[in-house]
């Protein structure tokens, strides 16, 4: 009988001392990880030695899923049956990361006058560029970001024809 109830004083002692835990929720509000999205761009700045990009993100849906109340500014639409829709002008800054990958469609001309399509570029050089009244041209074109850890690894221009 005395080792049942060491047994039971031992097993109430252990129940004592387990923590009751409530698994905390999630930041609904914090970015993932890792993420691939469409964006505009509206400024490059640097600060502090580093190079940021407020970004204001968009959809790249088939035009059949569209509210037709939907006003037409906020579309792009492109010659197959999709189209980009800016919902709401929502900017939100992200530093390139070092060795970040930036191909762009229309930033430069041959001598014929055609693009130099898939022309790779350093942060430094887009940061250049912004800084020039030929740029704002760029902030109506729509880019592919890819975002990890809170920092731009790659920002790929995509062509409108």
């Known amino acids: 009988m005395k080792k049942i109830i060491l047994i039971l004083l031992a097993v109430s002692f252990l129940f004592q001392f387990c923590k009751n835990e409530v698994p905390q929720k999630k930041d609904e509000n914090r ?12 400024s490059i700045d640097k600060k ?16 059949t899923d569209i509210d037709k109340s939907i006003n037409k500014t ?4 492109l010659p197959n049956e999709f189209c980009y829709l800016d919902e709401k002008k929502e900017y939100e800054s992200f ?18 006058g055609n693009f130099n399509f898939n022309q790779t570029i350093g942060a430094n050089e887009l940061l250049k560029y912004f800084s020039k009244p030929e740029s704002e041209r760029l902030k109506f074109s729509p880019f592919k970001v890819v975002i990890s850890n809170n920092k731009i690894i790659s920002l790929e221009e995509i062509y409108i024809p």
């Open 31 to 42: 970015k993932p990880i890792y993420s691939e999205e469409y964006c505009y761009i509206n």
């Open 48 to 63: 502090n030695g580093r190079i940021f990009a407020s970004l204001n993100f968009i959809k790249y849906l088939k035009k």
């Open 74 to 77: 906020q579309l792009l639409e």
């Open 95 to 112: 530093e390139f990361s070092d060795n970040a990958k930036i191909i762009m469609q229309t930033l430069s001309f041959n001598s014929d």
